[in-house]
């Protein structure tokens, strides 16, 4: 596999030979991540917005 199609977390960058990742798709792209990533992707998209460019940044709720 080269670099550019290596398998890593979206967050933090940890191949697929380092951690098991979980496989998302986002407008047609497998995207990948990591079960300790997973709650950033859920809580804090805003986080991910650079990654996952044209993502929709839901607003918070009041709980």
Same mark, same amino acid.
């Given at each position: 596999?080269? #670099? $550019? /199609? #290596? !398998?890593? *977390?979206? /967050?933090?960058?940890?191949?697929?030979? $380092?951690? =098991? &990742?979980?496989?998302?798709?986002? !407008?047609? #792209?497998?995207?990948?991540?990591?079960? $300790? *990533? &997973? =709650? %950033?992707? +859920? @809580?804090?998209? @805003? &986080?991910?917005?650079? !990654?996952? =460019?044209? %993502? #929709? +940044?839901? =607003?918070? %709720? /009041? @709980?």
């Amino acid at each position: 596999m080269t #670099e $550019q /199609n #290596e !398998k890593t *977390c979206i /967050n933090c960058e940890r191949t697929d030979a $380092q951690i =098991p &990742l979980i496989t998302l798709t986002f !407008k047609g #792209e497998a995207k990948y991540i990591c079960a $300790q *990533c &997973l =709650p %950033v992707l +859920i @809580h804090k998209t @805003h &986080l991910l917005a650079d !990654k996952l =460019p044209g %993502v #929709e +940044i839901a =607003p918070p %709720v /009041n @709980h």
